[in-house]
């Protein structure tokens, strides 16, 4: 049987004066075998003190970003055989700080995700009925909707390590998500948020969030064109 | 472990974030202080995995009504639902479906704009004449789309969030709910949330079986909780095992590719659903499909190399279609099964989904305790959701009808709760208040013994898994109850390892595996007794429905002890709200 070699990066704040990296040899034990499955088979038959986040284990509830050889991605929908490296190092996600081992606190990250008001603002009153909308419409709700809040995104970006205020792009694709939805009323009240000098003018446009993103989205291309619906007010 | 204690004061506490304990928190928010507590950042309830659709009958694409759907369900539930409760959420279902819409969530359209709507297994026009479009859906991520909305929705109404904070024991005084102990994930610190009502969410127990659809959280905690201190786990025997889980994982395909028109084939690329089910075929009710496909299999017409599953086609309506109706869908065959859906059949097989009975309530959400005798209810506390059951699954649920119960019964649970927080005091504490609780979690943090999660879940996993699944007998069922028995005694000789005070996952599991061993013997018990085939319940030995004797909800109590079950009986409410009754008739499609 294949193994793989895993080093992990460990930090318990209740022992550790700092951070250090354990090695672990995982089997694959069968074809497709998972990231996710590896963090289990060493938790579960190697090392139990080891902890990381896992939930759903298919890609939508967003508990288990994790970082692989540099890389920001989901352990659960992740194949080790598709890493192609017989040596994986195994960071929590980076620019967040870290509780302990993979787990970081991800506080800042949702609150931060709050303040853009992530629901529909209505002004007039609501029909009896559905509030209709046209599929194209609904469409341009997709590749917006979809998030899942695991914050790969944001953990990836150089503006978000640099600046702590900084709202990232994970905030401003869900910004994006209501301001385009015909049902919302909203963009007046969001868009002052969006413009302060943490929001949108801080992304260099280097396209980190939209490499690291497990749904692949593209957050770029919300604060894009964020930044444009910005500049047309002013004219 | 420190015995130091947090106090929270709080209108409405609800444990369990997914759909119906956050719609629960966004209604009491508007009118009281509410807290929730979570296992897991509200966002990431198991909710978030539901995907086909959410029932209601608009009759946006086709006729509809919502007695069509009441009939549908009680069927559906081979007539051990209680039909005021079937009743009270098909009637609701329209007017949730728009409050859901208006508050943002990002329903698929048909061309003139409204929502639109697919067909579903087991909902039907006319009383089971044909198929009728009745799941509202967006995509294939509809129970996504509809938890970050809630999420979004309660964070808008002020709702005090405490994620990552696991429950440790249901708080009474003299008979009264007034609260709940909390352990803090995060920092080891526990919490005491003293509160005039609580509202129960915790969600499934389907992890307790080895091939499952469920998120690792999904290990029945709020059961366990909720028998510890008297209440009963009702139906407790009836599982659905959901027809088209990825073979191998368990992970779902949903159903929702049967209503975009996908069939089930067997080794021979027959679409054998059309024998079983001869009008409706492969959009007949889950316990059905299952035990088809389970009997094609037996019968030597499975496919692969130990022709031990078979095929879910869907590539003949179009690579576009498929992009644009099932996306996740094609995600998840991809990772899971290494099959591109738009061209190969997906290989299937049967997963355990979804635990239909639950804590009793009425349709008020209110949580009874009960036996043939009568009823009583138990004040101040109310139960929504999968971890509940005002009984609108009975024996078997129908696709689209769980995100429509915890829609209905969250938002009622939270008016309830608000109205009866409104209406009393806060009862205090007694003076060693989350004793129990406390007792519990040291015991495992201290926990110095020989056995491990892995060994002991993989154990436990695997017994249910053969004897407690889609085929049944008394043989394998006592079997089965004896080894939980042996598993139950090394809980007593177990090692915890880790001995952090921080996101201590080897202690949560361990909390989590004593909640399971604790289900797993509860419905195993049901099970043995129940000596009759019903829904999910199916028995080699008794494979016929006998309504003389079984036409009655299962009460499983615990002993005083608080270990061995105690099986006790309820009457099913027969009678509707306004409705006349659906007598129990022979369920064929």
Known sequence: ?235 | MSVKIEYHKFDVVVVGAGGAGLNAAQVASQYCKTAVVSEVYPTRSHTISAQGGISAALGNLEEDHWHWHMFDTVKGSDYLADQDSCEYMTRLAPEMIIALEHIGLPFSRTPEGKIAQRPFGGHTAEFGKRAVKRACYAADRTGHAMLKTLYEKSVDQGTHFYSEFYALELLMNEGQVNGVLCYDIQNGELHIFNAKAVVFATGGNCRVFQTNSNAHINTGDGLALAMRKGCSWSDAEFFQFHPTGIYGAGNLITEGVRGEGGILLNAQGERFMERYAPTIKDLAPRDIVSRSMALEVLEGRGVGPNKDHVLLKIDHIGAENIMEKLPGIHELSLVFAGVDCTKEPIPVNPTAHYQNGGIPTNYHTQVIKGNMDGEEYVPGLFAAGECASASVHGANRLGTNSLLDLVVFGRTAGEQAAKYAAENSLVGLVDNAGSEGVANINKYANANGKHTFGEIWGELTDVMQKKMSVFRTEELMTECYATLNELEAKMDDYKVNDKSSVYNLDLIEALELNNMILVAKACTSAAILRKESRGGHFRDDYPDRDDANFLKHTEVYLEEDLKTPRVDYRNVRQKPISVETFPPKPRVY
Not at chain 1, 132 to 153: A, M, N, V
């Open chain 1, 1 to 235: 049987m294949k193994t793989v070699t895993f080093e992990v990066f460990r930090y318990d704040p209740d022992k550790d004066k700092e951070a250090y990296y354990d090695t672990f040899q995982v089997e694959l034990r069968r074809p497709g075998y998972l990231l996710l499955d590896a963090l289990n088979q060493i938790k579960w038959e190697l090392d139990p003190t080891f902890t990381y986040r896992r939930s759903c284990r298919e890609g939508v509830c967003g508990s288990d970003g994790i970082n692989v050889n540099g890389v920001n991605m989901l352990s659960c929908m992740t194949k080790v055989e598709d890493l192609g490296s017989d040596h994986l190092v195994i960071q929590p996600l980076p620019g967040m700080n870290v509780m302990r081992d993979l787990v970081t606190d991800v506080d800042d990250f949702f609150n931060k995700f709050i303040t853009v008001k992530p629901y529909i603002i209505r002004k007039s009153p609501n029909p009896d009925k559905e509030i209709y909308q046209s599929p194209e419409d609904r469409k341009l709700l997709d590749g917006l909707y979809e998030c899942i809040l695991c914050g790969c995104c944001s953990s990836s970006c150089p503006s978000f390590w640099a600046d702590k205020k900084y709202l990232g792009p994970n905030a401003f694709l869900r910004a994006w998500r209501y301001i385009v939805d015909s049902r919302d009323e909203g963009a007046e009240e969001r868009l002052p948020i969006l413009n302060d000098k943490h929001g949108v003018w801080r992304c260099h446009t280097i396209y980190n969030c939209v490499e690291a993103c497990p749904k692949e989205l593209n957050p770029t291309d919300a604060i894009v064109k964020i930044r444009k619906m910005l500049l047309d007010q002013q004219i």
